[in-house]
T-cell receptor, first 115, second 109 residues
Framework: GAVVSQHPSWVICKSGTSVKIECRSLDFQATTMFWYRQFPKQSLMLMATSNEGSKATYEQGVEKDKFLINHASLTLSTLTVTSAHPEDSSFYIC???????????FGDGTRLSIL | GQNIDQPTEMTATEGAIVQINCTYQTSGFNGLFWYQQHAGEAPTFLSYNVLDGLEEKGRFSSFLSRSKGYSYLLLKELQMKDSASYLCAVKDSNYQLIWGAGTKLIIKP
C-alpha cells in the first residue's frame, strides 16, 4: 500500500517553457503532499507543503509565483515550474503520507533539464 | 534550531555489518524514519521508530533512544546493492519532517 505516482519522469525543454509535474496517491487519500528538490550530490530540500483545498505553504526562499502548486483533490497535487530557466534544472520529488505518525512515501521523481 | 547529524560517508565490506548513527535535536518528536536513496532515484522508506528500542526488518534494524536523541540503522550481511545514501528524518511537534543530510554508504567486495 501507500503508492505515490509521479509523472513525467524526465522533462527536457527550452528556457522560458512552463512545466507541470503531477503527483498522485494511488491507493490512499492524501490531504497533504510535499514537494522536494534535490541538486546532484546534495540533500533533499523541502520546497512546499501542498494542502488539499487550500493554498500551499512554501519554505523560505522558494518563489511562490515561480513554483505554482495546486492540490485539487485528495489524490492529486501538481507543481508547475513557470518560465523555467537552466538554474531550475533539478530532480523534483513529491511525497505523501497516510497519517501524522506515518512515513512519507515518495514518487519516483522528475528529472527536469532546461536548455 | 533543529538539527540532525549523521556521518557523511561510510565504507564497509560485502557480507559484513555496518551501523549508521543519527543524532537529533528537534522541537518535539513524533517519530524517526530511515530512508534509502540510490543515486539518481527517489528515497524509499526503510523503517520507523516512535518508541525506544529496536525495530527489526530482515537484514535491517533501527534503534531509538529518545532520551539521548539518538538512533542507528544496522545493516547486516551487506550486499553490493546496499550501496546508497541513508537518510535519517525526524517528525517534529508540527509533524514536519526534518531531514539529515544523509550518509553515503560504499560497499566494497
Amino acid at each position: 500500500g501507500a503508492v505515490v505516482s509521479q509523472h513525467p519522469s524526465w522533462v527536457i525543454c527550452k528556457s522560458g517553457t512552463s512545466v507541470k509535474i503531477e503527483c498522485r496517491s494511488l491507493d490512499f487519500q492524501a490531504t497533504t503532499m510535499f514537494w522536494y528538490r534535490q541538486f546532484p550530490k546534495q540533500s533533499l530540500m523541502l520546497m512546499a507543503t501542498s494542502n488539499e483545498g487550500s493554498k500551499a505553504t512554501y519554505e523560505q526562499g522558494v518563489e511562490k509565483d515561480k513554483f505554482l502548486i495546486n492540490h485539487a483533490s485528495l489524490t492529486l497535487s501538481t507543481l508547475t515550474v513557470t518560465s523555467a530557466h537552466p538554474e531550475d534544472s533539478s530532480f523534483y520529488i513529491c511525497s505523501a503520507g497516510t497519517g501524522e505518525y506515518q512515513p512519507q512515501h515518495f514518487g519516483d521523481g522528475t528529472r527536469l533539464s532546461i536548455l | 534550531g533543529q538539527n540532525i547529524d549523521q556521518p557523511t560517508e561510510m565504507t564497509a565490506t560485502e557480507g559484513a555489518i555496518v551501523q549508521i548513527n543519527c543524532t537529533y535535536q528537534t522541537s518535539g518528536f513524533n517519530g524517526l524514519f530511515w530512508y534509502q536513496q540510490h543515486a539518481g532515484e527517489a528515497p524509499t522508506f526503510l523503517s520507523y521508530n516512535v518508541l525506544d528500542g529496536l525495530e527489526e526488518k530482515g537484514r535491517f534494524s533501527s534503534f531509538l533512544s529518545r532520551s539521548k536523541g539518538y538512533s542507528y540503522l544496522l545493516l547486516k550481511e551487506l550486499q553490493m546493492k546496499d550501496s546508497a545514501s541513508y537518510l535519517c528524518a525526524v517528525k517534529d511537534s508540527n509533524y514536519q519532517l526534518i531531514w539529515g543530510a544523509g550518509t553515503k554508504l560504499i560497499i566494497k567486495p
